[in-house]
């Protein structure tokens, strides 16, 4: 069985504590471990040693990145926990550089990744609602779906070398939440996305 790190990016706040991404970081672990996987899991607003969180990504098969996204990206306690961590990895642990050689100043940029292998997985929380993406029609993300949104989040794994697995996203969270069929369906993401990835290894 695999190795999996999740990463709760959660930034509590007094009208949005953190409640929904506490439970899906949660739920992710126990189905896991069900599963038979070992699993570690970091609550990023609770503190972390920047050090053993290189050494997670390094030891992980998988990481899920569960946040919700604030102000179109992922919550700025998270961007700290990003930029501090994966600063840190950039002496070889998580990059062995940005790509580039003397030999090809130019080119190859973001490909330097040293986590070949490893897999990761956005899960992301929503206010906006569901019929927000992916229509032309609606004026402010003009047909836009949530990894166009997200494409930031990707490209950080990416320059690391980790390969996407598909993401999950609760929708509407604040205003018309369905917690019970966003979990049901987080389930079964769960299932499918690491029944691939199992496959996939073998």
Request: aromatic share 12%; hydrophobic share 45%; proline share 6%.
């Amino acid at each position: 069985m695999s190795k999996i790190l999740i990463l709760n990016g959660a930034q509590p706040y007094a009208f949005a504590p953190g409640r929904l991404n506490a439970t899906l970081a949660e739920r992710a672990r126990e189905y896991l471990e069900a599963q038979g996987h070992e699993v570690r899991l970091t609550t990023v607003a609770e503190g972390y040693d920047v050090d053993a969180e290189v050494e997670k990504h390094v030891w992980a098969d998988t990481v899920i990145l569960q946040f919700p996204v604030n102000w179109m990206g992922a919550p700025w306690s998270f961007k700290k926990y990003m930029d501090e961590v994966y600063t840190a990895g950039m002496d070889g642990r998580l990059t062995l550089g940005d790509g580039r050689t003397a030999e090809a100043p130019k080119a190859n940029y973001g490909m330097g990744g040293a986590l070949d292998g490893t897999s990761y997985m956005i899960s992301a929380t929503f206010n906006a609602p569901r019929e927000a993406f992916d229509d032309p029609a609606e004026p402010f993300f003009e047909g836009a779906g949530v990894d166009d949104l997200l494409r930031p989040v990707h490209l950080n794994a990416k320059f690391f070398g980790m390969t996407p697995l598909p993401s999950f996203a609760a929708f509407d969270v604040m205003k018309n939440p369905e917690i019970e069929a966003d979990l049901a369906r987080f389930d079964a993401h769960l299932a499918g996305a690491f029944a691939a990835a199992d496959q996939a290894a073998a």
